[in-house]
């Protein structure tokens, strides 16, 4: 019987386990916007874009804040291979190609990009 308690301890500290992890965050701020709603927005007023690109750089400086001790302690969130304007780029790209996606989401696809090596 001990046996048994043992694997249901560790059953359920697994699936604890795995709820922590599945924890969401709420995202607000313009940069919580759909893309189309971006799209719309930007559409010919830059300094509405650079509102959304201010939030992006601020998103993902709390992404880098948030990481674990060792993990991108080295990330530079304006490389001199991706300025500013290639990021704000990026973004409107990907928002074109997925109208239906959440802004916040093509902000972590470039945190993603950002982070690979240099190819």
């Given amino acids: 019987m001990s046996t048994l308690s043992s694997l249901w301890a560790v059953s359920a500290a697994a699936l604890f386990l795995g709820q922590a992890e599945a924890q969401t965050v709420k995202i607000v701020g313009i940069g919580a916007s759909s893309c189309q709603y971006f799209l719309r927005e930007t559409s010919g007023r830059p300094e509405v874009e650079k509102n959304f690109l201010a939030w ?59 982070r690979a090596p240099p190819s």
């Fill in 56 to 114: 992006a750089q601020g998103y993902m400086s709390g992404l880098l804040w948030r990481a674990p001790p060792g993990k991108d302690e080295d990330l530079d969130l304006m490389p001199e291979a991706y300025p500013l304007l290639k990021q704000a780029e990026f973004l409107r790209n990907f928002c074109e190609r997925n109208p239906g996606a959440d802004y916040s989401d093509g902000v972590t696809e470039l945190y993603l990009t950002l």
